[in-house]
């Protein structure tokens, strides 16, 4: 018998797996414990899967999608199975909601402004059902006879779709949306240290009549995650996470020729003209920088300032760092939560210690709060002096660091902005929009905010170089799940 947890209040069967539209028992014993990081005590326990339980989840998807009504349906009735997803997510939002700062401790001003739009995700999805052009007539120009022709876009098969513990709940929307408007069927794998979102999406799918195998959720760890890539009857894998996870599942796919979209690491860069006052540059940094306790791949960590305002920034920068209020969580007067995991407050502490180590500055923060003895608690971190090729400014560091870096111009900043492996995000403050227009189109990233940080899935998020492959989001998002089929007839067919 499992023990009683907080969240068994809120979670029908988290010892259990959703496959092939039903709660089933996992094949063996084994769980995992989720520890609330603001309080360093258990959480939750949920079946972890093993070899056996990711296989039948994946037969459940293949058998739902190769012999199912799913694929076969009409896009409005996809539509309206999306539009009840919706209704019924809008009516737990808030236990999706709490069950997220329990697992991660991200703070509750976040999680419910977040959280805000993810039904409005299988609303926008579901219009597209109705409004994507899934059929285009062509003029066939070398096709001799041809009559009619067509590109079609059908559903790419079954997707295997894999979420980070970081903003699991939000991300799973926008992979499993698209996915099924387009009439795939999919395996979503959760996290082991923030399943219960994903598990609550079950029981949505399971409240609306989703049909059998449509989606299944499994939670898993990396070694049967990898059975999820490496599976023959999967087309294709949907992941965000690491960039080194992200290399893996790339050469798993390249082997068997299975689609994959990667929305993968970043390094993000914030380049500040001369034009725009610092106090409130740093101001506008510092809203968003404790965002998941800084543990977002898009935060904006690499701040670009002209040499001769390095330490006018440096000091609105650490004033305005040192009044993020840090604590617990679930008061909506908090700023910043813990770190996810005692190993990624170790992860960030080490980061600390190399800035030191190579000879950056300390401007504010750098270790754990005083008034916190319990939780995976870091300060948010100013690190001046910087160059570009210190460790702090080369790799992710996932939490509430960031450091500044001196330019001797504009031409220098966006060199330096992209003197990086990654590209994902990136933001250009100054009053003039021509110029951030300019320079933004200079800046290899796959986002650009003007005096903000900035992102809209509704558009497309994604980026360059290591950053990742594909977009998510938007329309863009939509073209992944499908495949492009030519059609070429000798005369109009009926479409009765």
Known sequence: MMPDTPASCILELPDQFFIGGEWVAPSSGSFIDVINPATEE????????????????????????????????????RAAYLRAFAQELQRRIGDVSNLWISEIGVTRGVADAFLAGVPGTFEYYAGLGETFQWVER????????????????EPVGVVGAIVPWNFAAPLAAWKIAPALISGCTVILKASPESPAGLLLYAEVAKAIGLPAGVLNVVTADREVSELLVRDPRVDKITFTGSTAAGKKIASICGERIARCTLELGGKSAAVILDDFDVQEAANRIAAYAPLVSGQACSSLTRLIVSKHRHDEFTEAMAAAFKQISVGDPMDAAT????????????????????????????????GRPAHLNRGYFVEPTVFANVDNNMTIAREEIFGPVVSIIPADNDAQAVEIANDSVYGLNASVFTNDPTRAWQVARQIQSGTIGHNWFRSDFTI??????????????GIEGLHPFLEAKTVILEGEPSFG
């Open 42 to 77: 258990l959480f939750l326990k949920v079946a972890e899967a093993q070899a056996e339980d990711m296989s039948r989840a994946v037969a459940a998807a293949r058998h739902a999608f190769d012999k199912g009504p799913w694929p076969r349906i009409s896009h409005a009735e």
């Open 138 to 153: 062509h003029e066939a120009l070398h096709s001799p006879g041809a009559v009619a022709s067509f590109l079609v876009r």
């Open 335 to 366: 700023g910043m939560g813990p770190l996810a995991m005692s190993r990624q407050r170790d992860r960030v502490e080490g980061y600390i210690a190399k800035g030191r180590e190579e000879g950056a500055t300390v401007a504010a923060g750098g």
């Open 460 to 473: 497309a998020f994604g980026g360059f170089k290591q950053s990742g492959i594909g977009r998510e989001g």
